[in-house]
């Protein structure tokens, strides 16, 4: 996971997303299977004489260094813990933005995370609810293992079979989809209703291919490419199972093995050179990631 003073930022994904009903609030309570990839985005973080925050990396340039999410867990760790954070946080985004992947999300916990480490600061018995503030994502990126999340984001029952036998190809056509704009479309059916309780203690891809990702199709309207990308993930390559992940517009497809994933991923890049393929493995813990 960690490498000196360097964490792992790892990319999430939404092995299905279902809509179970729209709260009086205006948010959405979910049902989702959520694990990690090996792939994500790098943060450094040393103690400063002074809070400093840089960016770089090849999707560093979309982000705004004044609005970042790492600036607002900076302030809101001060607040929880009452005191002052001094720190240089460097933060290598690997990830596209807006993409599915609870890239932001992933780098506020690690960076909640690094901070109790590198401090030695017992957690606050208010971390969850603090958690859940900085974003939806943030509780189940914080606690860095597979799990089905329920309601905003809040509830999380660990899964404890393993998820990790699966090759991971992940394609983007590095257009941005917003998240607010495709619940603010979504329209919630009687066949959006969650089909059955989660009860198995493998990861089984027939009951996967039974659920959805309820924000799928919403998606596709937006952006006619996410249907393209999984359409021919589906036909032309050996793709074991194949979806979007979280609002879009990143896809991704499991593979048996080494063999059929780099296969499948030298026919992406001939049929997308414009698009970012990248391919990855499923891990169950933040904890089984090696830094190198």
Same mark, same amino acid.
Request: glycine share 6%; proline share 2%.
């Given at each position: 996971?960690?490498?000196?003073?360097?964490?792992?930022?790892?990319? =999430?994904?939404?092995?299905?997303?279902?809509?179970?009903?729209?709260?009086?609030?205006?948010?959405?309570?979910?049902?989702?299977?959520?694990?990690?990839?090996? #792939?994500?985005?790098?943060?450094? &973080?040393?103690?400063?004489?002074?809070?400093?925050?840089?960016?770089?990396?090849? %999707?560093?340039?979309? @982000?705004?260094?004044?609005? +970042?999410?790492?600036?607002?867990?900076? +302030?809101?760790?001060?607040?929880?813990?009452?005191?002052? %954070?001094?720190?240089?946080?460097?933060?290598?985004?690997?990830?596209?933005?807006?993409? /599915?992947?609870?890239?932001?999300?992933? !780098?506020?916990?690690?960076?909640?995370?690094?901070?109790?480490?590198?401090?030695?600061? =017992?957690?606050?018995?208010?971390?969850?609810?603090?958690?859940?503030?900085?974003?939806?994502?943030?509780? %189940?990126?914080?606690?860095?293992?597979?799990?089905?999340?329920? /309601?905003?984001?809040?509830?999380?029952?660990?899964? !404890?079979? $393993? @998820?990790?036998?699966?090759?991971?190809?992940?394609?983007?056509?590095?257009?941005?989809?917003?998240?607010?704009?495709?619940?603010?479309?979504?329209?919630?059916? =009687?066949?959006?209703?969650?089909? *059955?309780?989660?009860?198995?203690? *493998?990861?089984?891809?027939?009951?996967?291919?039974? *659920?959805?990702?309820? #924000?799928?199709?919403?998606?596709?309207?937006?952006?006619?490419?996410? *249907?393209? &990308?999984?359409?021919?993930?589906?036909?032309?390559?050996?793709?074991?199972?194949?979806?979007?992940?979280?609002?879009?517009?990143?896809?991704?497809?499991?593979?048996?093995?080494? $063999?059929?994933?780099?296969?499948?991923?030298?026919?992406?890049?001939?049929?997308?050179?414009? %698009?970012?393929?990248?391919?990855?493995?499923?891990?169950?813990?933040?904890?089984?990631?090696?830094?190198?």
């Amino acid at each position: 996971m960690r490498k000196l003073n360097k964490f792992i930022s790892p990319a =999430k994904l939404n092995l299905y997303l279902e809509v179970t009903s729209k709260r009086k609030d205006g948010f959405h309570n979910l049902e989702s299977l959520m694990t990690f990839c090996e #792939l994500g985005d790098v943060i450094k &973080i040393e103690k400063s004489n002074s809070f400093q925050l840089k960016i770089k990396g090849p %999707f560093g340039k979309f @982000l705004d260094l004044n609005e +970042n999410i790492i600036l607002r867990v900076i +302030n809101g760790l001060e607040k929880l813990y009452e005191r002052k %954070f001094k720190v240089c946080v460097t933060l290598e985004k690997n990830l596209p933005i807006s993409s /599915g992947m609870g890239g932001g999300s992933s !780098n506020a916990a690690t960076v909640i995370r690094a901070i109790h480490e590198i401090f030695r600061i =017992k957690e606050s018995k208010n971390i969850d609810d603090f958690l859940i503030s900085i974003g939806a994502d943030v509780p %189940f990126c914080y606690y860095g293992k597979s799990a089905i999340i329920k /309601g905003i984001g809040e509830k999380i029952e660990f899964v !404890n079979h $393993e @998820l990790c036998n699966y090759y991971v190809l992940l394609i983007n056509p590095l257009k941005e989809v917003s998240t607010k704009k495709i619940f603010e479309k979504l329209k919630i059916l =009687k066949k959006n209703k969650v089909k *059955k309780e989660i009860k198995f203690n *493998k990861l089984n891809l027939e009951f996967l291919k039974e *659920k959805e990702n309820h #924000l799928e199709a919403v998606a596709i309207r937006e952006l006619l490419q996410i *249907k393209t &990308i999984l359409e021919f993930l589906k036909s032309k390559t050996d793709s074991l199972y194949s979806r979007m992940t979280g609002s879009g517009a990143t896809c991704f497809s499991f593979y048996k093995n080494k $063999e059929s994933l780099k296969i499948a991923e030298n026919m992406l890049r001939l049929k997308f050179p414009s %698009f970012w393929v990248m391919k990855t493995k499923l891990v169950n813990s933040i904890n089984d990631i090696n830094l190198v």
